[in-house]
């Protein structure tokens, strides 16, 4: 699979918009939930991964080693959905009860719970929704965050530190 | 559960779940796709054939690819205008040449995937088409197009197949001093007053076949390609007649020539420009051949560096053959107790008048602070 997705990245650096488009399709539902993470607005967070992708396809060609597109890409949606939150702010749209009703999925935290907790995390900062996101969500290492959210190391240590006590904070005063 | 265990779970849970519209997909690659839709085309001659599998998937992705401009069987035969020396003349998409007379043209204009057919001429005769192409019970895609482009040609019969390839893949400007542009059968050759490549086919129960790969002016991205298949007898004579028509070709509008003397204007004009819709381009001096010191926060087509990079710019800039500005510009940085020296490299192509176009990025150098 990784092959694949470096051939497809080599030829949409040589300027194949077939190879792209399938990147595109490939990558879309990923890009949009970490966007969706950090803006927290469905038709916001389609708009950043649009721009990633637009600014993807103008850069790619900087990309000298298609082993690092999902790096690459990972900072890029980032980057959008940071400039999104920057852009307007805007009535979120997360319709929380659908998110809960999935089937299959079974809670590990009562629902109630979990709503307070992302009432919590919405309330957040883009910036700490980000290093959240990208450590809790997206799983990376902080390394990966850092380099994701274009921040040293030991910037990013120092967020997610204060990011997660902002969100404690929220919680204590939730009403 | 600890509070991040918790808020891992409480992401994961909403969202992960979440989904994107469905179409949001094909609205983005609506948007990229800024040469407009293009048709996947089996046409070998130009490697594109060699990812099918993939094309054929991608072609799954882009059922907007497949609209109301696909024409199924693009063929209309007319006469040919007749020249007072005995030669018809040739003029379509900028490419114009003379061509015998007594030869059949044939109107394609078949789009296929980066590739048009604008015609074929000769004795023999050539056709190209698209068809739909219908998804099996097991296929992986939804909908798809097949055009292939067929050349017939009998005993002492030859076929001019032309087309015009319109990037990607992106091949650049045809460069006479570059050996690795060329396979072993090819030639640089000039066409036109443009460099061209020239490669000659020949077997023993198969057409004789010639090709020449042409420069178009002011493009990059695109190549006139003349394929010519012959058989015998009189291979002689078709191939005179051949070489005939390619050495009449002349590209419409003639292409601009440039004075190397306006070298230094058109570089102050185009660093202007670009320097108004990317500030990463303010480094570089509007002189050519001059060195400027500066700190640097981003490189010219890439996403800002995480910290300051001290550098020196230089530009150059050279007329080319094809009608564009050539301007090379180049920073470079010293070592540091965190980087390793270096330099990088950014070709930006200009018009006649300055105006900034198409940009390669290249180096040989590790970016340092990036990404």
Same mark, same amino acid.
């Given at each position: 699979?990784?092959?694949?997705?470096?051939?497809?990245?080599?030829?949409?650096?040589?300027?194949?918009?077939?190879?792209?488009?399938?990147?595109?399709?490939?990558?879309?539902?990923?890009?949009?939930?970490?966007?969706?993470?950090?803006?927290?607005?469905?038709?916001?967070?389609?708009?950043?991964?649009?721009?990633?992708?637009? %600014?993807?396809?103008?850069?790619?060609?900087?990309?000298?080693?298609?082993?690092?597109?999902?790096?690459?890409? %990972? %900072?890029?949606?980032?980057?959008?959905?940071?400039?999104?939150?920057?852009?307007?702010?805007?009535?979120?749209?997360?319709?929380?009860?659908?998110?809960?009703?999935?089937?299959?999925?079974?809670?590990?935290?009562?629902?109630?719970?979990?709503?307070?907790?992302?009432?919590?995390?919405?309330?957040?900062?883009?910036?700490?929704?980000?290093?959240?996101?990208?450590?809790?969500?997206?799983?990376?290492?902080?390394?990966?965050?850092?380099?994701?959210?274009?921040?040293?190391?030991?910037?990013?240590?120092?967020?997610?530190?204060?990011?997660?006590?902002?969100?404690?904070?929220?919680?204590?005063?939730?009403? | 559960?600890?509070?991040?265990?918790?808020?891992?779970?409480?992401?994961?849970?909403? /969202?992960?779940?979440?989904?994107? $519209?469905?179409?949001?997909?094909?609205?983005?690659?609506?948007?990229? $796709? /800024?040469?407009?839709?293009?048709? #996947?085309?089996?046409?070998?001659?130009?490697?594109?054939?060699?990812?099918?599998?993939?094309?054929?998937?991608?072609?799954?992705?882009?059922?907007?690819?497949?609209?109301?401009?696909?024409?199924?069987?693009?063929?209309?035969?007319?006469?040919?205008?007749?020249?007072?020396?005995?030669?018809?003349?040739?003029?379509?998409?900028?490419?114009?040449?003379?061509?015998?007379?007594?030869?059949?043209?044939?109107?394609?204009?078949?789009?296929?995937?980066?590739?048009?057919?604008?015609?074929?001429?000769?004795?023999?005769?050539?056709?190209?088409?698209?068809?739909? #192409?219908?998804?099996?019970?097991?296929?992986?895609?939804?909908?798809?197009?097949?055009?292939?482009?067929?050349?017939?040609?009998?005993?002492?019969?030859? #076929?001019?197949?032309?087309?015009?390839?319109?990037?990607?893949?992106?091949?650049?400007?045809?460069?006479?001093?570059?050996?690795?542009?060329?396979?072993?059968?090819?030639?640089?050759?000039?066409?036109?007053?443009?460099?061209?490549?020239?490669?000659?086919?020949? =077997?023993?129960?198969?057409?004789?076949?010639?090709?020449?790969?042409?420069? /178009?002016?002011?493009?990059? =991205?695109?190549?006139?390609?003349?394929?010519?298949?012959?058989?015998?007898?009189?291979?002689?004579?078709?191939?005179?007649?051949?070489?005939?028509?390619?050495?009449?070709?002349?590209?419409?509008?003639?292409?601009?020539?440039?004075?190397?003397?306006?070298?230094?204007?058109?570089?102050? /004009?185009?660093?202007?420009?670009?320097?108004?819709?990317?500030?990463?381009?303010?480094?570089?001096?509007?002189?050519?051949?001059?060195?400027?010191?500066?700190?640097?926060?981003?490189?010219?087509?890439?996403?800002?560096?995480?910290?300051?990079?001290?550098?020196?710019?230089?530009?150059?800039? #050279?007329?080319?053959?094809?009608?564009?500005?050539?301007?090379?510009?180049?920073?470079?940085?010293?070592?540091?107790?965190?980087?390793?020296?270096?330099?990088?490299?950014?070709?930006?192509?200009?018009?006649?008048?300055?105006?900034?176009?198409?940009?390669?990025?290249?180096?040989? $150098?590790?970016?340092?602070?990036?990404?």
């Amino acid at each position: 699979m990784a092959a694949v997705a470096g051939n497809l990245v080599l030829a949409a650096r040589s300027g194949d918009a077939i190879a792209f488009a399938a990147l595109v399709h490939a990558e879309t539902p990923s890009a949009y939930r970490l966007a969706l993470s950090i803006v927290r607005s469905p038709s916001e967070a389609e708009d950043a991964v649009q721009e990633a992708f637009l %600014r993807a396809w103008r850069d790619i060609r900087s990309l000298r080693d298609p082993d690092l597109w999902p790096a690459w890409f %990972r %900072r890029l949606t980032v980057r959008s959905a940071l400039d999104q939150t920057r852009r307007r702010p805007r009535v979120r749209e997360v319709d929380l009860d659908l998110a809960f009703n999935v089937p299959g999925l079974e809670p590990s935290v009562h629902p109630a719970d979990r709503m307070e907790l992302m009432a919590g995390f919405d309330r957040l900062r883009p910036d700490d929704r980000a290093i959240l996101a990208l450590r809790f969500f997206a799983d990376l290492e902080l390394p990966d965050a850092a380099a994701a959210l274009g921040i040293p190391l030991g910037t990013a240590k120092s967020r997610l530190h204060r990011a997660l006590g902002r969100l404690r904070d929220q919680m204590r005063h939730e009403p | 559960m600890n509070a991040e265990e918790r808020l891992s779970d409480a992401l994961h849970s909403v /969202v992960g779940a979440a989904r994107p $519209s469905p179409d949001l997909a094909d609205r983005i690659v609506e948007r990229v $796709s /800024v040469t407009g839709p293009r048709r #996947v085309g089996p046409i070998a001659r130009f490697g594109l054939v060699a990812a099918a599998v993939l094309a054929l998937v991608a072609v799954a992705m882009l059922p907007l690819a497949i609209g109301a401009r696909l024409n199924l069987v693009a063929e209309k035969s007319h006469a040919p205008t007749a020249a007072p020396t005995g030669l018809a003349h040739f003029d379509r998409d900028g490419l114009a040449f003379d061509y015998p007379a007594a030869w059949m043209a044939t109107t394609s204009g078949q789009n296929m995937h980066y590739v048009t057919v604008l015609d074929y001429i000769g004795t023999g005769s050539g056709l190209a088409t698209c068809v739909p #192409v219908t998804p099996g019970p097991t296929d992986q895609f939804i909908s798809g197009t097949n055009c292939g482009a067929n050349v017939s040609v009998g005993p002492g019969q030859v #076929v001019v197949e032309l087309m015009r390839q319109d990037g990607p893949p992106r091949p650049g400007a045809i460069n006479p001093s570059d050996p690795s542009g060329l396979d072993p059968t090819s030639k640089y050759v000039t066409v036109g007053g443009l460099p061209a490549i020239f490669t000659e086919g020949r =077997s023993t129960d198969s057409p004789v076949t010639l090709d020449w790969t042409l420069s /178009v002016p002011g493009e990059l =991205s695109s190549r006139y390609q003349i394929h010519v298949e012959m058989k015998a007898p009189g291979l002689d004579e078709m191939r005179a007649e051949v070489e005939a028509l390619v050495a009449s070709v002349q590209y419409d509008p003639l292409i601009p020539v440039l004075n190397a003397a306006d070298g230094p204007r058109i570089a102050a /004009v185009g660093l202007a420009k670009a320097a108004a819709n990317d500030q990463s381009f303010a480094c570089f001096p509007k002189e050519p051949g001059t060195t400027v010191s500066a700190t640097v926060t981003q490189f010219p087509g890439y996403s800002p560096l995480r910290e300051q990079l001290p550098v020196t710019c230089t530009t150059q800039i #050279v007329p080319t053959a094809i009608g564009l500005w050539k301007m090379t510009l180049t920073e470079s940085w010293t070592a540091a107790s965190d980087r390793s020296p270096g330099s990088l490299t950014t070709t930006l192509w200009l018009a006649p008048d300055g105006t900034p176009g198409e940009e390669d990025g290249g180096t040989a $150098s590790a970016i340092p602070y990036w990404p």
